[in-house]
């Protein structure tokens, strides 16, 4: 990824994260969001995954599963991944199928982004796949 295609990503980041009602921006003072081109060999290894297939991760203990009684860890980080989060929402490039859906293109990740961005806030307070399907953050 070029530093042209990385800030244009960042400024969308910023849009979106701009746009998130103040008291769920507030919810990201305690997780870090980490923006990277892919994740790492070992992350892919243990996620058993490709580059383009991995939008974010969630790394931490969720709030749900903590205990006073626990030692002391390092603290939660959301990694999102430029690169799978484009490839998720069908790059930059705008297309229209045959049918009329619009597959792509700057506002396709936009929405991507939030999409994942939200998806890992779920994770950090505790929510699974499935919590996070039906609500439309699968």
Not at 25 to 32: E, M
Not at 44 to 53: F, G, I, T
Not at 65 to 77: A, F, G, I, K, N
Not at 89 to 102: C, K, L, R, S, Y
């Amino acid at each position: 990824m070029d530093d042209a295609q990385r800030a244009r990503f960042d400024d969308l980041f910023e849009s979106v994260f701009d746009g998130l009602p103040g008291t769920v921006r507030a919810r990201f003072d305690d997780v870090p969001v980490v923006l990277d081109d892919a994740p790492d060999a070992a992350t892919l290894a243990a996620c058993q995954c490709e580059a383009d297939d991995l939008c974010g991760l969630h790394t931490g203990v969720p709030l749900t599963e903590r205990s006073v009684d626990d030692q002391p860890m390092l603290p939660d980080v959301i990694h999102l991944f430029r690169q799978g989060i484009i490839a998720m929402a069908g790059g930059w490039t705008m297309q229209v199928d045959d049918e009329g859906h619009v597959h792509g293109g700057p506002g396709s990740v936009r929405e991507e982004i939030r999409i994942t961005l939200l998806h890992e806030l779920g994770h950090h307070f505790g929510l699974d796949e499935d919590d996070l399907e039906r609500l439309g953050y699968g």
